[in-house]
């Protein structure tokens, strides 16, 4: 499939073509909340509109990374990859998209007003960059600056039917990205064609002064023969799942030679992938208080214990349980039992599927169940929620790239697969659904802004 | 009596320690941005010469240079903090096991380590305002193993410590921010927050007195936290403070493991050692000339470049002289050779001597030569005019060298012609 | 875990709960912790790893650089002749 950026840089655009856009993207954002804020008065003049999920910082945007204790928030200054989006030249910012309280989510609900599915609103965006993924499946020409700790980029992807592209971790710079969890956080892209996310991943990738952690330099392209399905991962997925991921190896069998491995650590994966993050998000969210930015609890006469208290009753269930969590793990007492054992077992992690992903790349669903309706997922139990991450996080603790990509329709919803390589290696994931582009159509029910 | 100490020390540095915010500024919040106010997004990026300097700090503290380096978050929540977790070091530090030098004795230093400080807390009435130029300031802090045993070693051990940083380009006297920990029995008392030396001092002494009297009582002492009241000079019992089980340290993962094996730092100048030496052969005891030089370098270059012409002694009187009649700036190597010429020939140095020479114009003193009669005289009168004087020579006849200072340098005489008849005349009073 | 723990958690982190999301977040966390505790089986002799990529060393010259937007910083909060205003102590 030919890149969209190309197609639509390259015709000609009516005078009013982004008023008519915003006005147009205005009207169906109140049926899927893909946006937290749509920019109105743009000056764009032929540039593909870009969105950013709304825990980046775009300077004079307010910015809450989808929690009311950030709302007010107007950042006085750019993300590095904001940055970079505008210098550019080719690209206009089109507004900020939801998202799951801090990214603490998979399915998009944990937020005031959830995104929807772009497919069929009664379904879940998915999560955490929920409104990336809608936005991206609402937009004819449009790619979104997503991010992803736990497969935050995979997940709302699959479900909306969009590449969802996430780099190795230091490959794009994190600077003025809202933290989750710092040694997890990877911010991506989500398009409709593997080309635009390639085109947009060269724009922000690359060293940053801003930030030391922003260290993988020189992208590989090595190809890889083998794909590797991971036996105690695909006995995860729902029997339904199953079939057509079992449909989907067949027609790659003709390309790859597709290999069943067994891979023992990854059974304990997500574990130590939850400890890490909550131990990190539990210090990252120690700093809302109510009263240096975002939202003023304002009373400056109580104490400030009390004071932060009070403030801090404004976070949602899920950031409560994971600063407490997070807490617990952390201290002094069990820190050796939790959290340095999930960084050893992180290590493991990281040497057993560096070896494998030397030979071949790793194939597997996205997500173990078929879309769920927002009102099942709601009765899910955190660690029944947590377990549907199976296949988002062995590539996400251990900082490897991945990518997903639409591979069938089922009743007329997306389904999505998810390929890993080695780190550094993401353009080889980009060639491969470059490839698969060619031999299969990705279907929209919206197109907002067709020229 | 056991006392142990965590000095915090603000480190030589342009920039804030993860940003390039000036680490020097008057008007409140003018020096801050994203990072140092711990704004959403932001990311810390460690400052190079905050790490060479801690490591001279490290150095000269002879302790084990560590070859890597990391931090932790340590998360506590105050509204002076405004990530509420600092950036700070604990087995990652700069540097540790060490030890300082005082009077034959060694007092162990357990660690080096680096770490921010938080934004400075202006009271005015009841609210709290808050200037964020303080914050992310690189600090040093300096931890010590409980190895001091009393008011004296304490002391002996700031000066040194003084003078080792003050070569190192920093300046205690300025700043100084310490922990005690004060355990007379088996139980240990901390004494959190004193800022100055002076104070300092004043807390331990507080607290080993209150410690010594419940002892006295038989009253048992707590195991707690107390903070210093510099106006009562009391120590008294603190808000509970957190232990590390509450700061749930964890590895800073928006730095990274930094490999500092062969960066370079500054050596240390060990004053105390520097003073013996030169002491030795000399008609000056060490500690004289370990006060001279223990907080002015200028001071020491001089002493190095003159010693092998002049006599050790009219060196540091020249210096001494010229810090109290030169002003605020460094003397010149000319200006004080020419004083030393003069102290070495015998001859008085005035305020208008030193600005004479400041200003370049030739300095030709001659004594005035009295007749005895003429002498008695000038003395009488200035005797009866300063009873005060006589009266507390009375009492303290050392203070005859003041009677002379004031008589010699008024009438330009030679303070030999003074003294003599000075002390005849006054046995008369 | 014991209502003492809890409550021990919930004052370190500065946290309240209603009664409704005390039961729901206690219990939650119970189960979650539980299920943590199947790593205690894995044996492992790994370091730690604190990032999943080789960071290598990179440190800031010390320059001074100002801000461009400091006016934006500060008007993100409460202001008082032109300090920042905070709870009291």
Redesign the interface.
Same mark, same amino acid.
């Given at each position: 499939m030919a890149s969209h950026i190309r197609e639509f840089l390259g015709h000609e655009k009516p005078s009013d073509y982004y008023s008519k856009l915003a006005e147009e993207l205005e009207r169906t954002n109140s049926e899927y909340h893909a946006f937290n804020v749509i920019k109105k008065d743009t000056e764009a003049k032929n540039q593909v509109p870009f969105s950013t999920k709304a825990n980046?910082?775009v300077k004079g945007v307010e910015?809450t990374?989808g929690s009311k204790m950030?709302r007010g928030?107007v950042?006085?200054?750019n993300?590095t990859v904001v940055e970079r989006m505008l210098k550019e030249g080719s690209f206009s910012f089109i507004g900020e998209t939801n998202m799951d309280e801090f990214g603490f989510g998979t399915f998009g609900i944990n937020t005031e007003v959830p995104a929807r599915n772009a497919f069929d609103s009664r379904y879940a965006a998915g999560g955490s960059s929920s409104g990336s993924a809608v936005a991206t499946a609402l937009l004819k020409y449009h790619v979104a600056i997503a991010e992803s700790t736990g497969g935050s980029i995979s997940t709302p992807a699959a479900l909306n039917g969009v590449v969802g592209f996430t780099p190795t971790y230091g490959a794009v710079s994190?600077?003025?990205?809202?933290?989750y969890?710092?040694?997890l956080d990877k911010i991506g892209i989500m398009a409709r064609s593997s080309d635009d996310a390639r085109g947009v991943f060269d724009v922000i990738r690359g060293r940053d002064?801003?930030?030391?952690?922003c260290?993988i330099e020189k992208i590989t392209n090595n190809k890889k023969g083998k794909l590797f399905v991971i036996e105690e991962l695909l006995e995860k997925a729902d029997p339904k799942i199953r079939s057509e991921f079992e449909r989907l190896l067949d027609k790659l069998g003709k390309e790859y030679e597709i290999k069943t491995i067994s891979m023992n650590i990854l059974s304990d994966a997500i574990e130590p992938y939850y400890i890490i993050a909550m131990?990190?998000a539990?210090?990252n969210l120690?700093?809302y208080?109510g009263?240096?930015?975002?939202f003023q609890y304002g009373e400056?006469?109580r104490r400030?214990?009390d004071f932060?208290t009070e403030a801090r009753s404004n976070f949602g269930m899920e950031a409560k349980r994971r600063i407490i969590l997070g807490?617990f793990i952390?201290?002094?007492?069990v820190?050796a039992r939790y959290?340095t054992k999930a960084l050893m077992i992180r290590q493991m992690i990281i040497n057993e599927m560096g070896k494998v992903l030397k030979d071949g790349f790793v194939i597997s669903p996205t997500l173990p169940i078929p879309t769920p309706k927002i009102a099942d997922v709601e009765k899910l139990t955190p660690v029944q929620n947590y377990a549907l991450d199976v296949f988002t996080i062995p590539p996400s603790i251990g900082g490897f790239p991945h990518l997903t990509f639409p591979y069938a329709y089922v009743n007329e919803m997306p389904i999505g697969a998810q390929i890993i390589t080695e780190q550094a290696n993401d353009y080889a994931l980009l060639d491969f659904s470059s490839k698969w582009e060619e031999s299969f159509q990705y279907k929209y029910k919206h197109n907002i802004g067709s020229l | 009596m056991k006392i142990g100490l965590e000095v915090h020390v603000a480190l030589p540095?342009?920039?804030k320690l993860f940003c390039?915010?000036?680490a020097e500024a008057e008007?409140?919040?003018?020096?801050?941005?994203?990072i140092c106010?711990?704004?959403?997004?932001?990311?810390p990026?460690?400052?190079?010469?905050?790490?060479t300097s801690a490591l001279g700090i490290a150095n000269a503290l002879h302790c084990k240079i560590n070859r890597n380096i990391?931090f932790v978050?340590k998360?506590y929540?105050?509204?002076?903090l405004?990530?509420?977790?600092q950036i700070t070091q604990t087995d990652g530090s700069v540097g540790g096991e060490g030890y300082l030098e005082i009077e034959g004795k060694k007092v162990r230093i357990r660690r080096v380590q680096i770490e921010e400080d938080p934004a400075q807390?202006?009271?005015?009435g009841?609210?709290?305002?808050?200037?964020?130029n303080r914050s992310g300031t690189p600090l040093v802090e300096i931890v010590t193993e409980p190895d001091i045993t009393s008011e004296e070693e304490l002391r002996s051990f700031i000066a040194n410590l003084r003078s080792i940083l003050y070569y190192l380009g920093v300046d205690i006297n300025k700043e100084i921010k310490a922990d005690l920990n004060i355990s007379l029995a088996d139980i240990r008392v901390e004494v959190k927050n004193v800022t100055g030396i002076k104070s300092l001092i004043e807390a331990t002494r507080f607290e080993i007195e209150r410690q010594t009297q419940l002892i006295k009582e038989g009253s048992p002492i707590a195991r707690e936290t107390r903070g210093y009241n510099e106006k009562s000079k009391l120590t008294e019992s603190l808000r509970e403070k957190?232990?590390?089980?509450?700061?749930?340290?964890?590895?800073e993962?928006?730095?990274?493991?930094?490999?500092?094996n062969g960066m370079g730092f500054r050596q240390a100048v060990y004053i105390g050692e520097i003073a013996e030496k030169l002491a030795q052969g000399s008609d000056l005891n060490p500690k004289t000339i370990r006060e001279i030089t223990m907080l002015d370098s200028r001071s020491l270059e001089l002493i190095n470049k003159f010693k092998a012409e002049y006599k050790l002694r009219s060196i540091v009187h020249a210096i001494e002289r010229y810090k109290k009649y030169g002003g605020e700036e460094a003397p010149s190597d000319d200006v004080i050779e020419k004083m030393t010429k003069l102290v070495e020939e015998d001859k008085i140095i005035t305020r208008e001597t030193v600005q004479d020479l400041k200003a370049g114009k030739q300095v030709a003193i001659e004594y005035s030569k009295l007749s005895g009669d003429q002498l008695d005289k000038l003395i009488r009168d200035f005797l009866d005019k300063n009873p005060k004087i006589v009266a507390e020579y009375k009492r303290n006849s050392k203070t005859i060298n003041l009677i002379i200072g004031k008589i010699t340098e008024k009438n330009g005489l030679h303070p030999k012609d003074v003294a003599k008849r000075v002390v005849e005349i006054l046995s008369g009073y | 875990m014991e209502d003492r723990e809890f409550d021990r958690l919930l004052k370190?982190a500065?946290l309240k709960l209603n009664d409704t999301e005390r039961k729901r977040i206690k219990s939650d966390i119970e189960e979650i912790i539980g299920y943590f505790d199947k790593i205690d089986v894995i044996s492992t002799h790994e370091r730690?790893a604190?990032?999943p990529i080789h960071?290598?060393?990179? $440190?800031?010259?010390?320059?001074?650089? @100002?801000?461009d937007d400091?006016d934006g $910083?500060?008007r993100?909060s409460k202001l @008082?002749?032109?300090?920042?205003?905070?709870?009291?102590?």
């Open positions: 980046i910082c910015t990374a950030l928030y950042p006085p200054f993300a994190r600077y003025g990205l809202i933290d969890a710092n040694s002064n801003y930030d030391v952690t260290a131990a990190e539990s210090t120690a700093k208080n009263y240096k930015y975002g400056f006469n400030y214990n932060f807490t952390r201290s002094e007492s820190k959290y | 540095t342009k920039s390039s915010c000036s008007e409140p919040n003018t020096a801050i941005c994203p106010l711990g704004f959403p997004g932001s990311k990026m460690l400052n190079e010469a905050a790490v990391s978050r998360v929540f105050y509204p002076d405004p990530k509420c977790y807390i202006v009271r005015e009841l609210l709290t305002l808050l200037d964020f957190e232990t590390d089980e509450e700061y749930g340290y964890i590895y993962p928006d730095l990274t493991t930094f490999d500092i | 370190i500065r730690p604190y990032q960071v290598p060393t990179r $440190l800031r010259k010390d320059e001074i650089a @100002h801000f400091v $910083l500060k993100q @008082h002749n032109g300090y920042i205003l905070g709870p009291k102590l």
